[in-house]
């Protein structure tokens, strides 16, 4: 059963990047100077050659399996695919000098992953700020950290602290998984409101928690925000005591109240990210070559990042324009109705799902659901007709198709305590995609929601694909274990 419980929250309710506060902060960010974009290196191995690979070559995975043993690419397009045979005959008839690549014996090549949500221009921004989830300050770990606690936040912040040049410049976190410090949410949430201002950090302090729509906020960052409002004339306190009281008895500032966080921001600090975000633009997407995506759909909708993305033209990667039917909720199941029968025709049969709250916080899942009343049904909406694709939820989670594919597979929450057995770890595991499910939904049913062409492998295609270490299909369900050789991404232009 998959019924919403009364009186728990909808995941609409729950904060995004779509949320107003990200809005105004781009707002914030186009009043000032935008530097302009530079010339873009492509850092991915193109086949603009012509060049023959042979070995194990996956087309595609759904509705069936098609494989092929050679390919032959020239001006980044796929010439011939089939046997060796047919490719030799091809050359020998053509007259081409092709380069030739043999797969090693385990290795393989499929399509190229396709990340079908990022609002790559928040994600540059946040880069630059630091993730306090359990992934890392850069969030690149694929595994939970043993070691996520409210000692690591203390310790984390300390060192930030630290570590950042000038005294007067805030320290700005995100993604706090404060369901994953303790069994009672709102408890955590006002241990890590406390635990903030009980640190010896006398820098301004604001960190996003990554669920709720919230900032907890430090006694100098206080001060600073208090000023902004009465600066204003914006305030609505009459003191600044009766303001610190609002604050401590909430333990922090939600929704709409996030805007007054904007506001205080420096004009300065705020530049050199401005400064620096082509740069991070450039990291997003090298590190999205390295897991293995040639296309990558942009949810960007805010003016400003419009502006940002226009200067903004990757020669190694295709950033693809979601359709009209574009669904925006992170998890997309707002087209369906309690009884999950209805499909709205907008929607197109397509939702994307962020597998990773499953495996990374399925157990805050469990305690805000009661039970597991709502988990993301991926087997059922298959059955029903959809066009199910995966997201990795960067920058929020770490950017990795292959562990999204595996999430799907397995469904197995990486954090529980140690009472769950393993089985008992396994969500709803009938709702388990199968290998060649998963797979084809971060290739071409992620392309397909997008409209764009990639996916597959095709004769007349863009040759966008990958070069994998082992067999996926042959191997285990750990599918972020395997390396990516090589990502080969053609970008149409």
Known sequence: MYRRMKGTPHLSSYFSLNHIFFDG????????????????????PTESECCVFYGKIYCQFEPCVEVA????????????????????????????????????????????FVEPNMHLVISAI????????????????????????FCYIARALLYLDKALSQPKDWLLGYGLC??????NINDNRKEVYDLI???????????????????????????????YLTCSGTSPFTSKK???????????????????????LPDLQLQTQLDNIYEYLDKIVNLALRQGVTHIGIKDTHPFARRIL???????????????????????????????????DHTDRSVVINIGDVGYCGYEWVQSYHGQSLLLPCQQLVAQGYNVCLQ????????????????????????????YTRHERSLLPEQCLTKEQSLNAITSASATHLGCEGGKLQVGGQANFVHLSDDPLATSHCFRDLAIINCYSNVTS
């Open 25 to 44: 902060f781009l707002d914030k960010l186009s009043s000032l100077p935008l530097a302009q974009s530079r010339s873009i290196d492509s850092h991915t």
């Open 197 to 227: 201002n009980q640190l010896n950090v006398k820098r301004p302090v604001a960190v996003l928690d990554a669920n709720k729509a919230m900032a907890y906020i430090n006694e100098p960052a206080q001060e600073l925000i208090y000023e």
């Open 242 to 264: 009766i303001f610190k009281e609002f604050v401590d008895n909430q333990k922090g500032l939600y929704n709409e109240q996030l805007l007054w966080l904007v506001g205080a």
């Open 69 to 112: 043993e050679a390919m032959l690419v020239k001006n980044g397009l796929v010439k011939v695919l089939g046997s060796a045979q047919q490719v030799d005959d091809y050359i020998n008839l053509s007259g081409l000098k092709p380069r030739f690549q043999y797969l090693d014996e385990r290795h393989v090549i499929c399509p190229g």
């Open 126 to 149: 946040l880069q630059q700020w630091s993730n306090l989830g359990p992934f890392g300050f850069d969030c690149t770990w694929h595994k939970l950290m043993p070691n996520y606690s």
């Open 310 to 344: 226009a200067e903004y033209q990757p020669a190694n990667i295709n950033l693809v324009e979601p359709r009209d039917n574009w669904i925006y909720a992170l998890n997309s199941l707002d087209c369906i109705n309690s009884d999950l029968n209805a499909i709205n």
């Open 178 to 183: 404060s369901g994953l410090l303790g069994h």
């Open 392 to 419: 990795s939820g960067f920058p929020m989670q770490p950017l990795g198709p292959m562990r999204a594919a595996e999430q799907a597979c397995t469904r197995i929450m990486e954090y529980a305590p140690g009472c």
